[in-house]
């Protein structure tokens, strides 16, 4: 016969001490834009991606992802909220597709675990729209997991998983100021006293963000193809501008309004279809806004500061 002897208290501390603690970690991601962006010739080892020199700048509109980990062998979950989730909320969007997941699923084969994390998205930064999110997304998920599963890694390591999942990916990883290379993988990171930030920051990219936003997106390849075919704009900084432009007039119309309210600097966001206006005063912001409404010339206005970075939380 056996007695069922009630655990001690110490034996049930000491039982909870060997338990993995369930944490959650909770990654602010921002948006990006690109200050400057230069497109090169196409690499058929690159997969017909072009080359490109651009300064990408991390705009302080954040994606939420959290990650917690699930049973051993029950797989990964996605759940998405948010207000402009785009395509994402179309039914035949396949979360398996989503790039948190990608991401997650590189992580995974990266460490030789089990891809059996719940994730969840809080979507703010607009989709299709030129600003990153997906990537944002992604590098918060690898962030996220690397926190989740202890691993530690440096940000080089990172941003080489990054670099198989998307060209922006890897400097979403870190935000901030960052010149771009090769088809957009490789960063060199610019610090806020650098000649160069202070080069950019006399030409006007400084002060608050307005980013004017859109219900429509535009597809990053198709906007890539019309500039093969288009080319850039004499004096456009980027060079995917005028090809977005083509496709998305109303982008055109809210650059030359904000120019005309004030703006130290107004340009296509990447390949759009948003739109960033940098404000060098308070009043200059608010005219921008006054113009775009006004004229109809964007349908979500949002104001942020850049640079922005990352941030990581972790609660038990
Ligand atoms: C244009 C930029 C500017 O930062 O971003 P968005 O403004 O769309 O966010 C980037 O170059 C996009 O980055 P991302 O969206 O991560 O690109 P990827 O997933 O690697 O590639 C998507 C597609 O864009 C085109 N592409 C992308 C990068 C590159 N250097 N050359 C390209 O031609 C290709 O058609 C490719 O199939
Ligand atoms: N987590 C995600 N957030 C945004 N878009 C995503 C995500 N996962 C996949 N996508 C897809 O990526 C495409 C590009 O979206 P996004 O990254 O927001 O735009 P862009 O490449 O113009 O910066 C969208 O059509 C969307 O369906």
Not at 25 to 38: E, G, I, M, Q, Y
Not at 110 to 134: S, W, Y
Request: glycine fraction near 10%; proline fraction near 5%.
């Amino acid at each position: 016969m056996t007695t069922a002897i009630a655990p001690t208290i110490e034996q049930l501390h000491a039982e909870y001490a060997m338990q993995p603690q369930s944490i959650t970690v909770r990654v602010d991601c921002p948006a990006k834009t690109n200050l400057t962006l230069a497109v090169g010739p196409t690499h058929a080892e690159w997969g017909g991606r072009h080359a490109l020199d651009t300064i990408y700048c991390a705009v302080g509109v954040y994606d939420t992802v959290t990650a917690t980990a699930k049973a051993p062998g029950t797989g990964f979950s996605l759940e998405l909220e948010g207000a402009h989730l785009g395509d994402l909320a179309s039914s035949s969007s396949d979360m398996r597709r989503n790039h948190a997941v990608l991401a997650l699923f590189a992580m995974a084969e990266a460490a030789g675990r089990e891809p059996d994390v719940a994730l969840t998205i809080t979507k703010r930064i607009p989709v299709g729209a030129g600003l990153g999110g997906g990537s944002a997304d992604a590098a918060a998920a690898m962030l996220a997991i690397d926190r989740l599963w202890n691993l530690n890694w440096p940000i080089a390591k990172l941003r080489t998983i990054a670099a198989t999942l998307g060209a922006d990916m890897p400097f979403c990883l870190t935000g901030g100021l960052a010149r771009g290379t090769g088809f957009g993988e490789q960063i060199e990171d610019i610090d806020p006293t650098d000649p160069l930030a202070l080069e950019l920051s006399s030409q006007g990219f400084a002060g608050e963000v307005i980013i004017g936003a859109y219900q429509s997106q535009l597809s990053t390849p198709e906007v890539y193809h019309t500039f093969d075919a288009m080319g850039a704009g004499a004096a456009d900084r980027n060079h995917l501008q005028a090809a977005a432009i083509s496709l998305h007039p109303r982008s055109g119309k809210a650059i030359t309004a904000a120019l005309e309210a004030g703006a130290s600097q107004a340009f296509v966001s990447g390949s759009g279809p948003s739109v960033v206006a940098f404000a060098p005063t308070e009043a200059a912001a608010q005219h921008i806004i006054d113009s775009w409404v006004l004229q109809d010339a964007a349908d979500r206005i949002i104001r942020a500061k850049a640079p922005a970075t990352p941030v990581i939380c972790v609660t038990q």
